[in-house]
C-alpha cells in the first residue's frame, strides 16, 4: 500500500502544479513566527506594491519589525493606513512596528502593510517573490511572497466586495 502511495505522489509531482498554485508557508526566527507572506498584481505602469503577513511574538520580551528588503523595489518601508474623518491616511512607522510579548499582528489591506516602492516590474498574480524582514531583537529573516489577483483582500485572491453594479452619488 505504501508503494502505491508513493507512486502516485511522484506521478501527481511529475505532472506539476497548475500556474499559480502556490503553498503558503510560515518562517521562524526567534520567537518571531511569520505566517502567510502575500501580495496583490500590480498593473503594468504601477510603481508600488504591498505586502501582508501575520506576526507572532511568541517570546516573553517585545520587538520590533524594523525594515524590509525586497529586490522587487527600489525602496521598502513598513506603513501604516487609518481612517482620518473619512480619509484614508498612510504613514510611513518611522520607528518600526511594535511586536508585543505573546501577541500577534497582522499587515492586511486598510491596515499595517509593507511598502514596496519604485518596482523594478509589475507584481503579477501567481508569482512569488523573496523578502527580508528585520527585526530589532530576532534579526533578519528571508520569507517568499505569493501574490494573489489585483484588488484581492486576502491570500486566496479573495476581492474586497461582490460587485454590485451602481455606485454612491457625489463621493470622491
Given at each position: 500500500?505504501r508503494?502505491?502511495f ?6 501527481l ?5 497548475p ?6 508557508k510560515?518562517?521562524t526566527?526567534?520567537?518571531i513566527k511569520i ?5 496583490r498584481?500590480t ?10 503577513l501575520k506576526?507572532?511574538?511568541?517570546g ?8 524590509v528588503?525586497a ?5 521598502s518601508e ?6 482620518d474623518?473619512g ?21 492586511k ?7 514596496f ?5 509589475p507584481?503579477e498574480?501567481g ?6 524582514l528585520?527585526?530589532e ?9 505569493s ?5 484581492a483582500?486576502?491570500?486566496d ?9 451602481g455606485?454612491?452619488r457625489?463621493?470622491?
Amino acid at each position: 500500500m505504501r508503494h502505491l502511495f508513493l507512486a502516485c505522489l511522484a506521478g501527481l509531482l511529475a505532472m506539476g502544479l497548475p500556474q499559480g498554485t502556490s503553498f503558503a508557508k510560515d518562517y521562524t526566527v526567534g520567537s518571531i513566527k511569520i505566517e502567510t507572506p502575500w501580495s496583490r498584481a500590480t498593473p503594468g505602469a504601477a510603481k508600488v506594491g504591498a505586502g501582508y503577513l501575520k506576526i507572532t511574538n511568541t517570546g516573553s520580551a517585545p520587538d520590533r519589525l524594523v525594515a524590509v528588503e525586497a529586490g522587487v523595489a527600489a525602496t521598502s518601508e513598513i506603513h501604516e493606513m487609518k481612517m482620518d474623518g473619512g480619509i484614508a491616511r498612510m504613514r510611513k512607522l518611522a520607528d518600526g512596528l511594535a511586536l508585543p510579548p505573546n501577541a500577534t499582528v497582522e499587515l492586511k489591506p486598510g491596515g499595517y502593510h509593507l511598502m514596496f516602492m519604485e518596482l523594478k516590474q509589475p507584481l503579477e498574480k501567481g508569482q512569488t517573490f523573496p523578502a527580508t524582514l528585520v527585526f530589532e531583537t530576532a534579526g533578519k529573516l528571508t520569507v517568499e511572497f505569493s501574490v494573489a489577483g489585483i484588488g484581492a483582500m486576502a491570500p486566496d485572491g479573495a476581492d474586497a466586495a461582490p460587485k454590485t453594479g451602481g455606485g454612491t452619488r457625489g463621493s470622491h
